[in-house]
């Protein structure tokens, strides 16, 4: 039950950011077809100010190039974690290290026009093409000279940009008025890293890259009581960098590249989605998710082709709600109970002696009660229930901790 390495983090953050959003329809018919033209534009500006400091335990210890220990942390062990001795005072009393200080911009704009065509009531078609080009300008402060000396000193802002085209191709075939079936590729484009720092030359990589690839199918019944829809997908992120095992620093030629930019991390699963107006007061909505999520980022690595950390295989969930009016009020009251399952996800790592390292599956009750009229509404959420002990998220060898039994009262009003 002991804590080691243990490593406390103070950051101060601010973001500003931008968006704009302009989009513009014109509906047509030609040779009986009906049409619908989309055109769209956007632009983004992020400016984000960052600061982090670090305090450690005694196991963190940093030495000079000479041997010599510049920096070993001050925080106590903890032998027990039931009964912890956690250090005492604040946080600047354990000579806190300050690991990270930037600016970093990231501007992006983007325009994009879609064509949607219904032929006969029955085909949908849809075509789309974009092209968005992102900038992204990073400025170094410094951090301490004992944490890291190559990156003591503030260097100038550096910029870099890319730009590149994305599509969607999708197409819907209704059988029958309940029943219809459709199929979705498109191609996506996005920053490799919004907080990552930038060289301003040929070592910046190109942005991110995603493929996704869908069918599937949509039904009605009972007057459109029940809806439901089965989709099979296949996505990935793709354009990730991983390391060029041939090469060696200061001793490769020029024409060895230091990095790859072909890895992925691939997703293929299926998705069950039913919602189901039972009759006028009872509403029932069922999900469920079985997914495979494979690393294939670096062929040459043992994990190449593993699980991915904290993806679950299976989740599923179910909403059950009751309208009632009760003590004369003048709309329905909503009340509401729901379950959510969670599978084991992983927390693999050959390199620190757990291969097969997971957090466990859990499941979790929680219920609401809503009331609600045109202007206003109020909600009353109740929270895991049973108050289950649980890890909501995977981490880095571990797991972080689900909510405990808890509520929320929310109030919106629209004027």
């Known amino acids: 039950f002991a804590a080691r390495r243990q490593e406390y983090r103070q950051v101060e953050a601010d973001e500003k950011s931008w968006q704009y959003f302009a989009d513009l329809r014109y509906d047509f018919s030609f040779a009986g077809i009906d049409n619908e033209l989309l055109v769209n534009a956007n632009y983004e500006d992020r400016d984000i100010r960052f600061k982090q400091y670090s305090i450690y335990d005694a196991d963190k210890v940093i030495k000079n190039k000479d041997g010599e220990v ?33 600016n970093k911009k990231v501007q992006a704009w983007g325009v994009g026009i879609q064509h949607v065509a219904y032929i006969h009531d029955t085909f949908t078609t849809r075509v789309g093409v974009a092209f968005n080009r992102i900038k992204q300008s990073y400025e170094h402060f410094g951090v301490d000279a004992r944490y890291r000396a190559s990156a003591a000193e503030p260097t100038p802002e550096a910029d870099t940009s890319d730009s590149g085209m994305t599509y969607n191709l999708g197409a819907t075939y209704k059988l029958s008025d309940d029943i219809s079936f459709f199929v979705n590729h498109s191609k996506g484009r996005t920053a490799y890293s919004v907080l990552g720092s930038v060289s301003g030359n040929e070592a910046d990589r ?44 200061g001793v490769s030629d020029a024409s060895v590249p230091k990095s790859f930019y072909d890895g992925e991390e691939q997703t293929k699963g299926v998705e069950l989605d039913l919602n189901a107006d039972l009759n006028e007061q009872w509403k029932l909505n069922v999900n469920a998710v079985y997914q495979d999520a494979r690393d294939k980022k670096n062929p040459n690595s043992s994990s190449f082709d593993t699980r991915q950390k904290g993806v679950p295989y299976v989740t599923a969930s179910s909403w059950l709600s009751y309208d009632a009016k009760w003590f004369n009020l003048a709309e329905p009251l909503t009340i509401s109970a729901g379950v959510q399952y969670v599978d084991d996800r992983s927390t693999n790592s050959t390199s620190f002696g757990i291969p097969d ?36 998220k995977a981490m880095f060898l571990g797991g972080m901790p689900g909510e405990e039994r808890n509520a929320k009262l929310t109030f919106s009003y629209t004027l």
């Open 357 to 392: 390292g997971y957090v466990p599956s859990y499941t979790v009750y929680d219920a609401a009660i809503q009331y609600q009229t045109d202007d206003w509404k109020l909600q009353l959420n109740l929270n895991n229930l049973f108050n289950k002990t649980y890890y909501s």
């Open 206 to 249: 190109d942005d991110a890259e995603s493929v996704s690839n869908d069918i599937g199918m949509r039904v009605k019944a009972f007057d459109d009581q029940l809806l439901a829809s089965l989709v099979v997908f296949d996505s990935a992120r793709t354009n990730l960098e991983y390391a060029n095992p041939d090469y060696e620093a």
């Open 70 to 102: 510049i920096y070993q942390g001050q925080l106590p062990y903890i032998f027990d974690i039931r009964n912890p001795n956690w250090g005492e005072g604040s946080f600047f009393d354990y000579d806190p290290l300050k690991t990270s200080d930037y």
